[in-house]
């Protein structure tokens, strides 16, 4: 996955059945999506900077008009373009952007975000995850518990592999948003999938996970064994606040 982190097919599976999907970036169509979706987000283009002419897209993803229209349908549904006649394809501005939308997450790149960026993340988390981790504790099925302390399992065994941690950390907060039962909720666990995804792009190149990452996570198991409701949400609150910490540290270093 470019700019991501690299997991298994079953990782994959696993995932999209929780509700974390990306636009497929096979196909020519799905390379004129992430292409012009990457070079808006980036600043490639910037808002209110016309696209180029269809002629060159083709030219340039060796593709079809229709694939190209097409893919202007997608990046206008995700609030990124706006096409009106004889004044052609435009670049929105960022505000009209869907930033909830995971393909846009995903483009987002991590050296150009700021400390304030990163705030707002984590306080979508922290809005969000709590609540989500107490309803599950109450209302999981034997099989959801199962699958939520598999996850954490796989985290402790593979603190030495960086992106086989994160593969198993994102499985297991989006097993804690499947296993809520409340299907507005649940759906609000592929966006902060995305969000905490683009938490770990932010850590590319550490040499090893903090100490302690795994095992920050065993009180949440514990409690939703226990159909401990208030006791998850304050052990999710624990995980959240040290993600806060360690990229703020991050970002300190980022600013020097």
């Known amino acids: 996955m470019n700019g991501g982190v690299t997991r298994t097919q079953a990782d994959v599976r696993q995932l ?4 974390w999907r990306r636009y ?5 169509h799905g ?8 070079d808006i987000v980036s600043g490639a283009l910037a808002p209110g900077e016309r696209l180029p ?40 501005p960022r505000a009209d952007w869907n930033l909830l939308d995971p393909d846009v997450l995903a483009w987002l790149s991590p050296d150009a975000v700021d400390a304030e960026v990163v705030d707002h993340l984590i306080e979508l988390r922290a809005l969000v ?23 954490y399992e796989r985290m402790q065994q593979d603190e030495a592999d960086i992106e086989a941690f994160y593969a198993a950390d994102l ?7 499947a296993a809520c039962h409340n299907e507005f909720i649940s759906r609000l666990g592929g966006v902060v999938g995305s969000v905490i995804e683009f938490g770990f792009r932010l850590q ?10 795994a095992a920050v996570h065993a009180e949440i198991v514990a409690c939703i064994r226990a159909r401990d409701g208030a006791g998850a949400e304050v ?22």
């Open 31 to 38: 390379r004129v999506v992430h292409g012009i979706g990457r």
């Open 53 to 92: 002419p269809e002629s060159a897209l083709i030219a340039r993803f060796n593709g079809s008009r229709t694939a190209i229209r097409e893919a202007m349908k997608v990046l206008v549904a995700k609030g990124l373009v706006e096409a009106r006649q004889r004044a052609g394809t435009r670049v929105r």
């Open 129 to 151: 995850e709590p609540t989500a981790a107490r309803l599950a504790a109450e209302r999981a099925t034997d099989e959801e518990r199962h699958v939520i302390a598999a996850a």
């Open 204 to 213: 590319t190149g550490m040499e090893k996970i903090p100490p302690g990452g």
């Open 171 to 177: 499985v297991f907060h989006l097993a804690i948003f």
């Open 235 to 256: 052990a999710m609150r624990a995980v959240i606040e040290r993600a806060k910490r360690e990229l703020a540290q991050l970002m300190e270093k980022r600013s020097r």
């Open 24 to 28: 497929p970036s096979t196909g020519i």
């Open 16 to 19: 999209a059945a929780f509700g």
